[in-house]
């Protein structure tokens, strides 16, 4: 690393929670790291920083593909209905009743039919 000239800031930002996995919600900075931060050198600062940044990118990725998986599920049911029917596959008893109707033809054949 290059001669540092001053202290390396620390990246918190007041928001001082945890999620789920321990790393707080404001700087991304695991517990390990915000207690050890005043102790840490200026190059392991650096590395804490840098973990940070590539949690906060991780995180950025999880909640679009999140939105995006979202946005396929909202998708309207008749789509899913059409799109069952057309692979053959039985629609789920979920699914709102689809409008289809049989024909409105009166002459059906029943000569196959034995009684």
């Known amino acids: 690393m290059q001669l540092e000239f001053f202290d390396v800031p620390s990246p918190c930002i007041g928001i001082c929670q945890a999620d789920e996995k321990g790393n707080c919600l404001g700087c991304l900075r695991s517990r390990n790291e915000r207690q050890t931060w005043k102790d840490a050198s200026n190059d392991d600062k650096q590395k804490i920083i840098k973990r940070c940044i590539q949690r906060k990118k991780r995180k950025a990725k999880l909640i679009?593909?999140?939105?995006?998986?979202?946005?396929?599920?909202?998708?309207?049911?008749?789509?899913?209905?059409?799109?069952?029917?057309?692979?053959?596959?039985?629609?789920?008893?979920?699914?709102?009743v689809s409008k289809a109707t049989l024909s409105q033809s009166d002459d059906m054949d029943f000569g196959d039919f034995e009684l």
């Open 64 to 96: 679009d593909d999140a939105q995006a998986l979202n946005k396929e599920l909202a998708k309207p049911s008749e789509k899913i209905i059409e799109s069952n029917l057309e692979k053959n596959m039985q629609p789920s008893l979920l699914d709102p």
